[in-house]
Every structure is written in structure tokens, then in C-alpha cells.
């Protein structure tokens, strides 16, 4: 196994931790396979609008829900060949953390599995290792006591999920004779806080910013909603000065990009603004309106953070 705590445990037990009964596992699943699928989409959908092939839109909805499906299938294979039983997990509770190690062979051999992916130069290579290294980044956690907000409980599959403000920092699975001795001991070693209003994490407004970017490029080419482009750009730079700034300065980005998002479309669509002769139009204006209310949502959620 790997090296565990020196700390004196007062509670240890190996289980066979569930992986295909496990939602947290399949959530990050589709998480990893759908970025990988919309990522490609949005290039698709890019150019598209960029050239003006109202026609290819469909296809490029076709393109992403094959994509999604066939990665989704692979990778469900693969967790199949690798996980069906389980994996062998112990666990170690102690005065300072909670802690969970994988079996010392398995995890080696999963190593090699995914090593041997990556060298395949196919797609089925690469969701297996993908799927390895997901498995493989979980095979030794320790988590302090301290670092622990609140927890959730699932007593039908004996899990114990112990959880900061924003995630799951480990799920921990219970003998069924012991899941109640097992979630006391939890409960006397952390105090649920509750979950208050926290600032967007940087990392967030990054990721946030990229996709403001992106999507606000989209409107720029011509499209069924005839906007002016200084207009949009006004918009995007609205709506980052909303995401970054704070206090009345963010108030106001943010009241100006939902006006935007709002007012632009509908004054177009009032003033006979909108275009549908062309074939896929109907597309490219469903598109323009996901993308103007994207930019709605952020500056309404801005607006009610402040």
C-alpha cells in the first residue's frame, strides 16, 4: 500500500469501494468527456457563424452529440474492464485527518494501463488512460479534520461524503455493521459551518472571463439578429469589468451588461432586425439568443451578489 500516517489511527477498515455505483465518479465522468465534446463543437459552431453557413449548423450539433456519445461509450468500456468489481480501498481515521489508500497492486497496474493508452495513438488509448488517471489521482487522500465544512450522508450505499464550501474532498465507505460508529466518530471531529456567500474564486473568474471572450466573438459576424458591432463589444467589456470589479463600480457594469444582453436583440427584433432568409438561419439565431442569454445570467447573478 502507500505510505500511511504515522499518526496512531483509532479506526481503520478495507472495503471495496464502489466505482461503477458511484454518482460522484460518473458526474466528473461526463464532465471530462463533455468538455472534450464541447470544445470541439465550439470551434465547429465558430466557424460556421464566422462564414456564414447557416446550413452547417445541424451538422455541427450532429458532430458534438456523436462525439459525446462515442467518448461516453469508451469511456463507460473502459470503467467496465477496470472497475466492475471495485477497488480496494483502506481507510484510516485518526486525530489529525481522514485518510484513504488504494491497493499497492492495483495501483501499478492501472499505471502500466494507462501508460500503455497513451502509447496506442487511438482514441480508445487515450479514454482508457484518461479514465486510469482519474482513478489513479484518487489512490492516496488525507484530509484534515479542520479543512472538513459539512458533511452528506447516503446510509443506503454506506458513504460518508465530508465536503469544503464548493466540493467533495473525499467520500469514505463503511462496512454496513459500522456505517453508524463510523459517521459518530466524523461528527465529533469537525463542526458543520454553514455555507455562506463566498467571493468567486479567481481560478473562476478566469475560466468565466474565456468563456465571455469566446462567446462574445461569436456575435461579432453577421447574423440573423443584425446588431451593431461596437454594441456587443461594449457589452463584453461591460460584462468583464462586472466580473472583476467590485462594489458599486460592479453594480453598474453589471445593470449595463444585462441591458445590453436584453435591450439589443429585442430593440433588433422591434425594428424588423432580424434576417431569416437564408437556409439554417433559424439556427444561427437560436445560437445568438443562448449566447446573449449567457451574458444575461452573468450580469444578473453579478447584480445579485452585490
Known sequence: MAKKSKVEPFAEWEISAPVIKNPLIWFHS???VGVGATFVFLMLIGLN????????????FTVWFFLFLGMAVLYIIAMLLMFAGGTITWYELNDKSVAQYSLYKKRKFLKWLGLLGLFSNTSAGYTAAGATMLSGAREAIAVAWDEVTHIETYPFRQEIRLKNDWRTLIQVFCPRESYEAVLEIVRTHITEIPV???PMPFAHKVLLSLFLLLFGVFLFPELPIVVVPLFTLLMIVSALFALWSEGMKRR????ITLLFAI???TVSAVMNGVEMQQDGAIYALIVEVLLYLFFVTVGYKRVREE
Open 49 to 60: 457563424l464566422y462564414e456564414r453557413q447557416w446550413d452547417q449548423i445541424p451538422d455541427s
Open 196 to 198: 455562506l456567500k463566498q
Open 263 to 265: 435591450g439589443l436583440p
Open 30 to 32: 461526463v464532465l471530462v
Open 252 to 255: 453598474i457594469s453589471s445593470i
